[in-house]
């Protein structure tokens, strides 16, 4: 008997423990390298998405599928616009999963949606040009199949912000209709999903001189109202960042607040029933600064709520902040060490473990890489011992109507093949140009050693196609 125990408790053990918890980071010197979202894929590898930021302030969006233990299997730039960012990645019911974020092009800027397979392959992408600059912020699959995303758009007089919710065809990301609210002099929606009765709910946010307030906004697919629910108050400031929906069809609000007398700010946590719309709104003092990302636990009903605490505790930096709301009682966990740690996201993996993907100052001092935590979901304890950096794989190609580009990153050389005769210019992050040269060969090399490390914009003229690429130099 007491062999028996003695097995089943190992076989726990292994139950508990093989989720092998670690610390990943990943970057390349000279760049800020920030972590943005996360999905956990039904056989525990992990798409991330993240942003390579230039110290002027220049971002290129980076997306890249690692395994289990955190190696990166491929990667993906957005690199059709002179520069881009991404905000959100949210998974399909066909297993794909769908990109938003903000693209500048002909000095346009404006929100972008991409439906990418779990190869990396691109399946479709939508842009959402008008006649002004605007953002793309959060993106869902509904139920019936449609695509929904939200743009912030900035007006042409850079005083005002509205939203725009933009229903595009599942199937090619070609757009059938779209709603503007324009309701304060600015607003913008942190997060859209779909309700258990086919309804979208959005997660508003909308701010004048007197601070900022949160809304609900509940639509039909067709886009029309159903209701919105306010959330404000006489004596602070509510900023809802999304919600996620419980066993019971509840929705577990996450957000930050900060009261008028006061320069601190606070997490919360709420519940709100659609069916009464009643609200219960937990404003905690625990030393998180916002609660940034959510998740619910289907087989326990347990929300798994990331953020980052605030500088004035710990160590006095940020620490990667998890709040598990379980029975019976809630849970915390911090991670992180001596420098800055942010945590943006977060999803369970297959295995049993909770993944978290942000940023961090920690381990390359000066450098600001993406983190990847992954802790199980129980225990929730932390394994930096276990921590691997990983840059880039092997050089790659980057390939635009049969017009190649590679190695890139570079450390100096670079070639160009596939154009037999034209014109190449390459320009700084400021527009200015730095190289010009006339093509006569389909394979040409190009020597940048001289130039200082950082991002570079190359036009490639050929026939009557001008071929744009973004261009990192590491040395």
Not at 126 to 140: A, L, P, Q
Not at 421 to 428: C, N, Q, S, T
Not at 432 to 458: C, D, K, M, W
């Amino acid at each position: 008997m007491k062999f028996k125990i003695w097995i089943l408790s190992k076989l726990m053990a292994l139950m508990v423990f093989g989720q092998h918890p670690y610390v990943r980071t990943y970057g390349i010197s000279g760049f800020n390298n920030e972590g943005v979202d996360i999905l956990a894929l039904p056989d525990t590898t992990y798409i991330i998405a993240g942003n390579r930021v230039s110290p002027q302030g220049y971002s290129w969006a980076w997306i890249f599928k690692v395994d289990s233990l955190g190696k990166i299997i491929w990667e993906k730039y957005i690199d059709q616009y002179n520069l881009s960012s991404v905000s959100e990645l949210r998974k399909t019911k066909d297993g794909n999963f769908l990109v938003i974020g903000t693209g500048l092009k002909n000095n346009q800027y404006s929100g972008f949606v991409y439906k990418m397979s779990p190869s990396g392959q691109i399946i479709w992408n939508y842009d959402h040009i008008t006649y002004e600059w605007n953002e793309g912020n959060t993106v869902c699959e509904g139920k019936d199949g449609y695509v929904y995303a939200a743009f912030t758009m900035l007006g042409n007089d850079s005083l005002t912000q509205d939203v725009m919710i933009v229903k595009l065809s599942g199937d090619d990301g070609l757009p059938i209709k779209h709603r503007r609210f324009a309701w304060q002099e600015k607003q913008e929606a942190t997060f859209i999903d779909t309700l258990y009765d086919y309804t979208l709910g959005i997660c508003m946010v909308t701010s004048d001189s007197l601070g900022y307030s949160s809304h609900i906004v509940q639509l039909l697919q067709n886009l029309d109202s159903v209701r919105t629910i306010n959330y404000s108050s006489d004596t602070m400031q509510i900023h809802l960042n999304g919600f996620v929906i419980d066993t019971l069809n509840l929705l577990v609000l996450y957000g930050f607040h900060q009261k008028y007398y006061l320069n601190e700010t606070r997490f919360f946590i709420g519940r709100l029933n659609l069916n009464t719309s009643n609200s219960n709104i937990m404003f905690w003092d625990y030393y998180m600064i916002t609660a940034n990302d959510g998740v619910i636990d289907r087989t326990t009903n347990n929300s798994y709520i990331v953020g980052h605490t605030i500088k004035s505790f710990g160590f006095g930096n940020y620490d990667v902040a998890l709040w598990v709301d379980s029975v019976p009682y809630d849970r915390m966990g911090y991670y992180g060490a001596l420098q800055y740690d942010w945590g943006y996201a977060i999803d369970l993996s297959p295995d049993n473990a909770v993944v978290m993907v942000g940023s961090t100052e920690n381990y390359f001092p000066t450098v600001r890489s993406i983190i990847l935590i992954k802790l199980h979901k129980t225990i929730l304890s932390y394994n930096d011992l276990d921590h691997q950096h990983y840059t880039s794989l092997q050089p790659y190609s980057i390939s635009t109507q049969n017009i190649f580009c590679f190695p890139n990153p570079t450390n100096g050389t670079i070639h160009f093949s596939g154009c037999e005769e034209g014109e190449l210019v390459l320009y700084d992050i400021y527009g200015h140009s730095v190289y010009r040269s006339n093509i006569n060969n389909s394979l040409y090399t190009l020597q940048i050693h001289e130039l200082p490390n950082g991002l570079y914009f190359a036009n490639l003229f050929c026939g009557k196609q001008i071929h744009h690429f973004s261009i990192v130099l590491q040395k």
